[in-house]
């Protein structure tokens, strides 16, 4: 499998598609041959009618996992300790 694009990006597995942003896993090629991966968000802006997107690699992401519940608390009106 090697559809990568014109920057040596391609993308893996399906988009996760959810209500008003979808979420996707890419990868680049590096010039050692390495991989690099991250998820990639999407959010559709009417306003400019283009595409936002926000990157965010595997140890971010791993840190964000850890604050979900207390975010989650936020978000709902309770005491957190985000």
Same mark, same amino acid.
């Given at each position: 499998m090697s559809n990568f694009n014109e920057y040596?990006?391609?993308q893996?597995? *399906?988009r996760i598609r959810l209500p008003g942003i979808s979420v996707s896993i890419s990868e #680049? #090629? #590096?010039e050692d041959g390495t991989l690099v991966r991250w998820a990639q968000l999407? #959010?559709?802006n009417p306003k400019t009618e283009k595409y936002e997107n926000f990157s965010i690699f595997k140890d $971010? &992401? *791993?840190l964000l996992g850890l604050k979900i519940? $207390? &975010?989650l608390t936020l978000l709902q009106g309770g005491v957190g300790h985000a």
């Open positions: 040596n990006i391609r893996v597995g *399906e #680049k #090629k #590096k999407s #959010k559709f $971010d &992401l *791993e519940p $207390d &975010l």
